[in-house]
Structure formats: structure tokens, C-alpha cells
């Protein structure tokens, strides 16, 4: 009866890869497995930071063309500068620009330097909260811009509505790419530790 007690207690444990049960670490046989935690841990925070700063590379990009478009946007007696709606994309773009571009170089700063211009916490809630509201202006002025393109479309089908719709899209793609980033930052913010 001895030797079947022993055998139930031996019985080895089915865990998934790379977690460390108690009994590992009890027996010390888990240094390896939370060794092997800590590195993917790492290497899941060290690809969030470099997928923002992509983003945020890709959100300045779509911001400087959609301003740019939209600033040239000058054809035939026609001016962007005679629609609200176009001036609204011009200057939510030229805002995203400058954000974006603020945050490009503060992470590529810290990314090359090691040195942050806030700390931790204060960084993840800039990062998340600016994200947002940039996007959501983004979102904003070109749902805005949307049905007055449209509408001119139907009179008139010329350079001037497909430059509009040209700079538009850039503030979609500008939007698009802020709110993939503003779900990194918010995984970021909950991923923190508060002790």
C-alpha cells in the first residue's frame, strides 16, 4: 500500500510550456521555465515598443501627406481653403503631425539613449490618452469632410474632389493607425505594475 501512495504522489504534472508549477520551484526545477517567462516576457514588451513606434511612424507619414495634399489643394478657381470642412482636415492633420512627430522622436530618444523624458506611468498615459484623442480628431474631420466631397462629386467629378478624396483617406489611414497604437498603449497601462 506504501508504494502505491508513493507512486500517486510522484505522478508527474501536465503543465504547459515554459510556466513553472510550485512544486518545480519548490524542487528548484523551475529556474529554467521562469528563466524562459522573464525572456518572452521581454520579448513581447520589446515588440510592443517597436510595433507603436512603427505605428507612429506610419500615423506621422499618413498625417504629413494628408496635409500636404490638402494644403495644395488648389485647382481651377477652386479652394480649399472656401470649404469649412477642408480647412477642419487641414488643421486636424497639421495637430496629428506635430503629435506624432513629438512622439516619434521621444521614442526613438529613449529606444537610442535609454534616457525617458517622463516616467514609466506618466509616459504609458500620455502615450495612451494623446493617441486617443488624436485619433478621434482624426475620425472626426474626415467623417466630416466625407459628404461635402460627395455631394461636389455630383456636380462635378474633377482634380479638385479626387485631391480632397487623396488627403481624406490619409486621415484614415492616419486614424487607423493611431488606434492600433492607442490599444498598445492601453495593453501597456494595464501590463504595468503599481507596487
Known amino acids: 500500500m506504501e508504494n502505491s501512495e508513493e507512486t500517486a504522489t510522484k505522478t508527474p504534472v501536465v503543465e504547459e510550456p515554459g510556466e513553472a508549477t510550485k512544486t518545480d520551484v519548490e524542487s528548484g526545477g523551475g529556474e529554467a521555465t521562469t ?3 522573464i525572456v518572452r516576457r521581454w520579448r513581447i514588451k520589446d515588440l510592443l515598443k517597436k510595433g507603436s513606434l512603427v505605428l507612429r511612424i506610419a500615423a506621422l507619414v499618413f498625417s504629413i501627406l494628408s496635409f500636404i495634399i490638402m494644403a495644395s489643394n488648389k485647382h481651377r478657381g477652386q479652394d480649399f481653403d ?4 477642408y480647412r477642419y482636415v487641414l488643421a486636424i492633420s497639421i495637430l496629428s503631425t506635430l503629435y506624432t512627430g ?4 521621444r521614442h ?9 523624458l517622463f516616467d514609466q506611468r506618466t509616459a504609458g498615459l500620455v502615450d495612451f490618452f494623446g493617441d486617443q484623442i488624436v485619433a478621434y480628431l482624426l475620425i472626426s474631420s474626415a467623417s466630416a469632410a466625407v459628404p461635402h466631397t460627395n455631394w461636389l462629386r455630383e456636380n462635378a467629378d474633377n482634380i479638385f474632389t479626387d485631391t480632397a478624396a487623396a488627403s481624406i483617406s490619409m486621415a484614415f489611414f492616419a486614424f487607423f493607425s493611431l488606434a492600433v ?6 495593453y501597456k497601462i494595464s501590463a504595468q505594475n503599481y507596487i
Request: proline share 0%.
Open 181 to 186: 497604437s492607442a490599444m498598445i498603449s492601453g
Open 108 to 116: 526613438v530618444h529613449h529606444m537610442s539613449t535609454g534616457i525617458s
Open 82 to 85: 472656401d470649404v469649412e470642412e
Open 35 to 37: 528563466t524562459s517567462s
Open 102 to 105: 513629438f512622439q516619434v522622436g
